[in-house]
């Protein structure tokens, strides 16, 4: 269904808008189709490339052309049709592979990305663009089958089989950005739809108009997005440089007029929004500025821009308001938060927090939404929203209505239109349960000496466990008796003089219990109750084992971890029927191979130590997952404290059968 995109307004060059140049002579279909492509008109170059591609298969130029126009329209698979054809047949040059990579990823084929990605790395080499795009690949997969507690839904009302995106409460209404409603006639060439203006919902989500409508969509350009003050008496829009002085672009001879993107701002006095301003640092002949954000204050404004000090193609600046109201020179927010490619797509939370689009981090595909804490060039946090917020296609201008709900825009397939505006719910998990009171057991004194009475109990529910096997022997090994609990998991024993006895409890399905050193001298004065209690055995369940540790790097058992593997040799050696898998895990700092291969070591390592113990060797698996199932947030990309690390790096063992 989602062929299109406006995202484009901000990729590839940062926004830039070309007028059609003409050639002197009539050129051919090839010629038609890259000077298309030249101008960025890919709508219409597409057209062209298909009919050379059915049929002149060996023009690897218009194949690669043609994948890379579909690319630019956010038409994924009919991109990655053409990408294949190239990619095997050795014909992509080393950016193209980096593209044909960036698709298969936007079609969720990410194995097949990883291993494309991996592939350039041993051609071309690695930069920290490939190292994201291959850490993405596997954050996405983690996401996917982990979602976050956030609710998301396509909003029914404002999408349309046109684009709408960029909605945000203001007043009492819904402002968004769409393509224009009877503009027919005026159609952005990279697309082949309208341009973007500026609109307005009442709180059913009607349509009305607005004075700001009439204000900002009064060129034949894009405008949108806007942003207001906490006031609501000023308002930063993106807009298209509509000027005469455009700069130019020479390609093959050709002119194009490029025109980037501005920030326009109006103030409103007595009720009514005055004329449009420009920004002070708009210069459209040289960059672009726009997708501005306020703080809560109004003294910090950020916005995009390519301007010269940029780290990538586009990057988040700041200027702070002076006490006559003006604007400081704009400073960048540093390499924390921006990247060598895109940021984009700014809004500020309800506690102040910057969100933001951007294709340089780790994440899942196209534009991943990002919110970072911190302000100005300052940034403590930065953290990827995750699925289903993100998804692998293009996800940006994430707006908060609530502490807990708002909306963002995607391209992702399910949608209406080209880009669609979704609302998102935070879900509020419920408190954890009260902790479950150790059950009181009570049981009759012995009346006379020389009796045990022993009590099996289940240790999750702390309910009784009847006919659960007790064997109870003296110290010696001998004198053992075998006899079954009743229904309240109750047996009580006579014993004779020996003077030191140990009782085991066992049953299908349950790891046993024991004690032992019980005195016979001390339960002929009073009596005694002993109670047992029964681990229920729940298969492949990863069950942790504390104080596993090891020098970095290395995967020799320190004394302490040997002392812990030893409590596993005694569960092992006490339920002689069971087989287990030891497994061992990393946080997700180093490379994913490298910490597959530390994991096995380590794992092998304890299993050698419990097998060099008595324990067959048929019985216990060694596996090492490296950072393939970690237990929070602290993925590829995501920067965490070594505290939050420390939760992945850990050794289990589950039961695989009894």
């Not at 070309?18 to 050639?23: E, R």
Request: hydrophobic share 35%; glycine share 8%; aromatic share 10%.
């Amino acid at each position: 269904m989602k062929t299109r995109s406006f995202l484009q307004i901000m990729l590839f060059g940062f926004a830039s808008f070309p007028i059609l140049a003409f050639s002197q002579e009539q050129p051919g279909l090839k010629q038609k189709g890259d000077q298309f492509y030249n101008q960025y008109n890919y709508s219409k170059a597409v057209v062209l490339y298909e009919q050379i591609a059915k049929n002149k298969k060996n023009d690897k130029q218009s194949v690669a052309r043609l994948a890379d126009s579909y690319r630019l329209m956010n038409n994924y698979d009919a991109a990655e049709k053409w990408y294949e054809q190239l990619y095997q047949s050795r014909q992509l040059k080393n950016s193209e592979v980096l593209n044909y990579a960036e698709v298969l990823r936007n079609v969720g084929k990410f194995d097949q990305a990883k291993s494309v990605l991996r592939e350039y790395e041993q051609t071309y080499g690695t930069s920290p663009t490939v190292k994201a795009m291959i850490k993405g690949c596997d954050s996405a997969m983690i996401w996917m089958q982990t979602p976050s507690l956030i609710k998301v839904k396509n909003e029914g009302f404002l999408n349309t089989d046109r684009s709408e995106w960029g909605a945000f409460s203001f007043n009492d209404k819904v402002l968004y950005t769409a393509e224009r409603i009877g503009k027919k006639d005026a159609t952005y060439g990279w697309t082949g739809q309208p341009y973007l203006g500026l609109y307005e919902a009442d709180a059913t989500l009607r349509l009305t108009q607005s004075e700001l409508e009439t204000k900002f969509n009064n060129t034949e350009y894009h405008s949108g997005p806007v942003v207001f003050s906490s006031k609501g008496d000023t308002a930063y829009v993106t807009r298209t440089f509509v000027g005469e002085k455009a700069a130019k672009e020479k390609v093959k001879n050709k002119i194009n007029l490029i025109r980037r993107l501005e920030l326009w701002y109006t103030v409103k006095k007595d009720g009514a929004w005055g004329e449009l301003i420009p920004f002070h640092y708009n210069n459209a002949q040289q960059y672009s500025t726009g997708h501005a954000a306020l703080s809560k204050d109004g003294n910090i404004l950020y916005f995009v821009s390519d301007m010269p000090g940029s780290t990538g193609k586009s990057d988040i600046w700041f200027c702070i308001k002076d006490q006559s109201g003006e604007w400081s020179k704009p400073v960048n927010c540093g390499a924390e938060i921006n990247t060598l490619e895109e940021e984009l797509f700014l809004t500020i939370g309800k506690k102040g927090e910057l969100y933001f689009s951007s294709n340089g981090l780790a994440g899942m595909g196209g534009l991943d939404i990002y919110k970072a804490i911190g302000q100005k060039e300052n940034w403590s946090s930065v953290v990827n929203m995750h699925y289903p917020v993100n998804s692998m296609v293009d996800d940006f201008m994430f707006t908060a209505s609530t502490d807990t709900t708002g909306f963002f825009s995607s391209n992702r397939k399910e949608g209406k239109g080209g880009d669609d505006i979704y609302v998102y719910t935070i879900v509020i998990p419920p408190p954890p349960p009260a902790p479950k009171p150790e059950p009181v057991i009570v049981v009759e004194e012995p009346k006379e000496g020389n009796a045990l009475h022993v009590f099996v109990i289940n240790k999750q529910t702390g309910l009784p466990v009847a006919n659960a096997t007790l064997n109870l022997m003296n110290n010696k090994g001998k004198e053992k008796v075998v006899v079954e609990t009743d229904g309240t998991g109750l047996f009580s024993f006579a014993l004779s003089d020996e003077p030191i006895y140990e009782v085991k409890a066992e049953k299908n399905g349950f790891l046993s219990d024991h004690k032992n050193g019980i005195k016979n001298k001390t339960i002929q004065k009073a009596g005694a109750k002993v109670v047992l209690q029964l681990d229920s055995i729940i298969l492949n369940k990863a069950i942790k084992l504390d104080n596993i540790y090891y020098d970095s790097g290395k995967w020799n058992l320190r004394a302490k971890s040997k002392t812990e593997l030893n409590k596993l040799i005694e569960i092992l050696k006490e339920n002689p029927t069971i087989k287990i898998e030891l497994s061992s895990h990393t946080d997700s700092r180093g490379s994913d191979q490298s910490n597959l291969i530390l994991s096995q070591k380590r794992a092998k390592s304890a299993v050698d130590y419990i097998i060099s113990k008595g324990i067959a060797k048929s019985r216990i698996i060694a596996k090492g997952y490296g950072e393939t199932k970690l237990l929070n947030k602290c993925t590829n990309g995501v920067k965490c404290s070594d505290k939050d690390h420390q939760v992945n790096r850990r050794t289990e063992f589950a039961i695989l059968s009894f």
